[in-house]
C-alpha cells in the first residue's frame, strides 16, 4: 500500500501536536516540504529542486543506487545482532580498517555519532582510570547526556550553565577569530600551549585527564581548520599527562577533506589519534556508526568485566550499506572529486572576498568550506544578521546552506560529494548577487546586542543544530538586522 501523501499544513500541523517543541525545523517560518531526493538535489511536494549544500549525511548522493540496492538485498536475506557470526560484519570491519593507520585495528559498530562518542569516552575512562575530559570552545560532539557535558556549543545555550567538574575547556585554534591568529609566529604551538595550561590547572584542582576530544575540523564551531602541527602537540601534552587523544571525524571523514581520507591525516603521517569515531556519511543516512581505537585499548575494556553489546550495531544490513558506500567513494572518485570541486569552490569564494567588504574569510579543505562574514574586515565584527538574510534568500533561490560558528556568522558549505563544478558556479553566482544587495542597502553599521567588535561573545539566539535561526514572530529576519526594512525581499 502507497504511503499517503498529507497536504503540507497537515503536515506541519501533526508535527505540531505529536513532535516535542524543542525538534526544530530549518526555515521556521516556511519549512520546506521534501519527499524525495536523488544525487546532490532534493525535491519537494511540488516537485520543485533544491541544491543542497549542507548535507553530509547523504555522503556519495542521495538514495544513491549501488547503496539502495545492497541494503535491500541483505535485508531480504537476514537481520540480526552481531552475536551471531555473519561476514558481512568482519569483511566490512577489515576494509574500514584498511583506511586507517595499522595502530588502529579494532572496531565497535554502534547506530550514531553520539553512540560512538559516548562509547569513545567510556573507552577512555577504563583505559586511563581517569575521568578529566579536555574539550574545546564551540565544540559539538552529540546529544546525549554524557556529551552534552563536553560540547560548549550546546551547554553555553543553557543559562548559568557551568562545565562538569570533569570537563576542561581549552581555546578553539581559530587562526582567524580566535587569540592566535594567522599573524602570530607559530598559532600550532600557542594552542598546544594552552592545552597544556588547561591540563596544569586541572593537576592543581586534583583533577587528572583520561583524553582531549577534538573534531578534526570543527564544524559547528564554525568550520575551523586546526593550524598544521597542533595534533601533535596536543597529543604529546595529553599523553605525558597519562590521557589519550580522541579523534571525532563523523562530520568530516570519508573522504569530503579531499586530499586525505580521514582529516586527522590532514596534520601529517606523523599523527595517528588513539581512538577514532565516525558517524552520519559512514552509512549515507543509514543509522551506523563505528568507533575504532588500538588493539591495548580494547583489552582494557575487556578487563572491565562488562561485555559491550548493542542490539543494532554492526548487523549485516548496515554492514552492507557501509560496505556500499566504500566502493562508491572509491568507484566513482568522489574523494578526488571533493578535492577538485571543492578547491574550485573555495577559489570562487575567494573571488568574492575580493569584491565584497561582507566576506572576511574563506577557508577549508576539499567538500569542507566556510565563508565567515563581518561587517567590518578589520574589526572582524561578525554579521550575523547579514548570514542569517543569505540563507533565507538563497532559500528562495531553492539552495540550502545554513550557518553555524559561535556568532551564526559563517556559512558552511558541506554537500553530497557528488556536488559539481556547475552546483559550486550557481551558488556563488547567486551569494555575489545577495551580497550585492546587501552591501548596496546598508545603512551605518551599529553595535550589535552581545557582540563585541572583537567577535567575542556567547551564542544567545534560539536556533537549530544546523545553523538556522528560526526567527521571531514568523519573520524570516532576525531583529537585529541592518538591513532596512522597506528594502527587505517579501517573505512569505
Known amino acids: 500500500m502507497a504511503m499517503v501523501t498529507l497536504d503540507k499544513q497537515k503536515t506541519i500541523d501533526l508535527r505540531k501536536k505529536h513532535v516535542g517543541p524543542s525538534c526544530k525545523v530549518f526555515f521556521g517560518h516556511d519549512p520546506i516540504k521534501i519527499v524525495r531526493a536523488k544525487g546532490q538535489y532534493m525535491y519537494n511536494e511540488k516537485d520543485e529542486k533544491y541544491l543542497d549544500c549542507i548535507n553530509n549525511v547523504a555522503h556519495v548522493g542521495h538514495c544513491h543506487p549501488d547503496v539502495v540496492s545492497a541494503g535491500a538485498k541483505q535485508m531480504e536475506l537476514l537481520n540480526t545482532n552481531s552475536r551471531f557470526l555473519h561476514d558481512s560484519l568482519v569483511l566490512y570491519a577489515q576494509r574500514l580498517q584498511a583506511t586507517l593507520p595499522e595502530k588502529l585495528s579494532v572496531c565497535y559498530f554502534v547506530n550514531s555519532g553520539s553512540e560512538a562518542n559516548d562509547l569513545a569516552l567510556r573507552l577512555a575512562w577504563q583505559y586511563t582510570g581517569h575521568k578529566g575530559i579536555i574539550t574545546l570552545e564551540n565544540a559539538y560532539h552529540g546529544h546525549v547526556s554524557s556529551l552534552i557535558d563536553i560540547s560548549p556549543y550546546k551547554f553555553h545555550q543553557m543559562a548559568g550553565a557551568e562545565p562538569s567538574q570533569n570537563v576542561h575547556v581549552a581555546l578553539s585554534p581559530d587562526t582567524y577569530r580566535g587569540k592566535y591568529r594567522e599573524d602570530h609566529p607559530d598559532p600550532a604551538t600557542a594552542y598546544a600551549e594552552n592545552v597544556k595550561e588547561v591540563i596544569e590547572k586541572a593537576h592543581k584542582k586534583g583533577h587528572q585527564i583520561a583524553a582531549f576530544i577534538a573534531e578534526s575540523l570543527q564544524s559547528c564551531g564554525g568550520q575551523v581548520i586546526p593550524p598544521m602541527g597542533y595534533f601533535q602537540k596536543v597529543a604529546q601534552h595529553v599523553r605525558n599527562a597519562g590521557g589519550i587523544f580522541i579523534a571525532d571525524e563523523v562530520q568530516v571523514g570519508f573522504g569530503r577533506v579531499g586530499t586525505h581520507f580521514w582529516g586527522f591525516q590532514l596534520q601529517g603521517e606523523d599523527f595517528v589519534p588513539d581512538i577514532v569515531t565516525m558517524g552520519k556519511p559512514i552509512g549515507n543516512g543509514h543509522p551506523m556508526s563505528c568507533v575504532i581505537t588500538s588493539r591495548e585499548i580494547a583489552e582494557s575494556f575487556v578487563s572491565s568485566g562488562m561485555e559491550y553489546f548493542n542490539t543494532f550495531g554492526g548487523n549485516p544490513v548496515s554492514c552492507a550499506i557501509g560496505l556500499a558506500v566504500l566502493n562508491v567513494i572509491e568507484k566513482e572518485d568522489l574523494q578526488g572529486n571533493a578535492l577538485h570541486v571543492g578547491g ?88 555575489d548577487q545577495i551580497l550585492t544587495d546587501l552591501e548596496n542597502t546598508l545603512v551605518l553599521q551599529r553595535p550589535e546586542a552581545g557582540i563585541s567588535e572583537t567577535g567575542h561573545s556567547k551564542r544567545k539566539d534560539a536556533s537549530d543544530e544546523n545553523g538556522l535561526v528560526h526567527p521571531p514572530n514568523g519573520n524570516s529576519h532576525m531583529h537585529t538586522s541592518t538591513i532596512p526594512l522597506s528594502k527587505k525581499t517579501k517573505r512569505n
Request: positive net charge; proline residues 6%.
Open 344 to 431: 574550485y569552490l573555495t577559489q570562487l569564494l575567494e573571488d568574492l572576498k575580493k569584491r565584497h567588504p561582507l566576506v572576511g574569510d574563506v577557508r577549508g579543505r576539499g567538500l569542507f568550506v566556510g565563508l565567515e562574514l563581518v561587517k567590518n574586515q578589520s574589526k572582524r565584527t561578525p554579521a550575523t544578521a547579514e548570514a542569517q538574510d543569505v540563507i533565507y534568500r538563497l532559500k528562495e533561490q531553492r539552495i540550502l546552506l545554513s550557518a553555524d560558528g559561535p556568532h551564526r556568522n559563517v556559512l558552511k558549505f558541506k554537500p553530497p560529494m557528488c556536488f559539481s563544478r556547475e552546483d559550486a558556479e550557481f551558488t556563488v553566482e547567486k551569494i
